[in-house]
């Protein structure tokens, strides 16, 4: 078997090389080039048709004052948030199946997406916060359900499936006192409640997503820098001590950095199911590639995502479905080809 042939950014003699297969180095470029498409036509579609010459106005100031409003105050947030978001969850996604070890090990199947919600609906429905609140209850409350999980399943160290069955429990509990807390509520506030819940990207504004925009940029850039120890953690533990790098640390760093996108994406959209489960996977298959696989993740991420919200626009209109819908519809017909697979294995 031939070695894959690779690129290197930086001197050999560096501390901070990055050195990238050239058949990943393919594909991230493909899934962006996809992406931008998906991108174009998501701004030109709608109830309002621009063609790509009016958007191209738009964006140097000569447009029309109605259409620049529609393009860059209406669509243009919810598709930078499609497209973060999505990158968010498919990073997160990766940190988790390589921190455990298994295709399952994403924060949605675990239920540390369950806990960002229920940080955000005590925010919502006991306190009444803003939206940079909501961000901050989500955040807590992702981060509260993930040392939850992680104390209880630690044992001499963290073994991936008893954190995913942990995971699983603690996540049905906090979805009754979810119920508990939407029916306890008003109806209008229960309503509201409800209809985030189900992942939403329609409606969004700048000042509802710039928050979690500045959550997910941290978090995201600190993902980047963790990256090269978690590909050495997936030498095993021993090996990755010997080296240099502190495992146990490494795995919490990688939980923390993980449930911060997940509850960030959690606090303006909802719980959005399924592409940090199946985005790291689809990017894996097509690259080939071992690791975390950081960059390609999040753009398979910030493609589905964006796909979905297209298609959650546009099948039933003038009617919008929440992104939620889609994606936890692609996400089920994935998981059973999945298990599938591991059963016939």
């Not at 309002?48 to 958007?55: A, D, Q, R």
């Not at 008003?186 to 409640?193: F, G, I, N, R």
Request: neutral net charge; proline residues 3%; aromatic residues 8%.
């Amino acid at each position: 078997m031939q070695p894959s042939k690779t690129i290197l950014f930086g001197s050999q003699s560096g501390s901070h090389n990055i050195l990238i297969p050239v058949k990943s180095l393919h594909w991230c470029l493909v899934l962006s080039l996809m992406t931008l498409i998906v991108a174009a036509i998501a701004l030109s579609t709608g109830q309002l048709k621009t063609s790509f010459t009016e958007l191209t106005q738009v964006f140097f100031g000569d447009g029309d004052s109605f259409l620049s409003t529609v393009v860059l105050e209406w669509r243009l947030p919810r598709l930078i948030s499609s497209l973060l978001f999505g990158a968010a969850l498919g990073i997160s996604g990766a940190l988790f199946q390589s921190l455990i070890r298994n295709p399952l090990g994403s924060p949605d199947i675990i239920g540390f997406n369950t806990g960002a919600y229920t940080g955000a609906l005590i925010v919502i429905i006991l306190l009444g916060g803003n939206y940079f609140q909501i961000a901050l209850g989500a955040i807590a409350g992702g981060i509260a359900c993930a040392a939850i999980v992680y104390l209880l399943a630690f044992k001499q160290g963290v073994e991936g499936f008893r954190l995913i069955i942990i995971g699983i429990g603690i996540s049905a509990m906090l979805s009754a006192f979810n119920t508990w807390l939407m029916v306890s509520s008003s109806l209008e506030t229960a309503m509201s409640a409800a209809l985030w819940g189900a992942g939403s990207l329609n409606g969004l504004s700048w000042d509802m997503v710039l928050p979690s925009f500045l959550f997910i940029g941290v978090a995201i850039f600190s993902a980047l820098v963790l990256a090269r120890k978690m590909n050495i953690l997936e030498m095993g533990d021993d090996s990755a001590n010997m080296l240099g790098v502190d495992s146990e640390r490494t795995r919490q760093l990688a939980m923390l950095f993980g449930v911060i996108l997940t509850a960030a994406v959690t606090a303006t959209a909802g719980p959005i199911s399924f592409v940090s489960l199946v985005a790291p996977q689809l990017a894996k298959k097509l690259t080939k590639q071992g690791g975390v696989g950081v960059i390609p993740s999040a753009l398979m991420g910030a493609m589905l995502l964006t796909l979905s919200d297209f298609a959650a626009s546009n099948l039933f209109a003038p009617n919008q479905l929440p992104v939620g819908m889609v994606t936890i519809s692609i996400g089920g017909f994935y998981l059973i080809y999945l298990l599938i697979q591991q059963s016939g294995n």
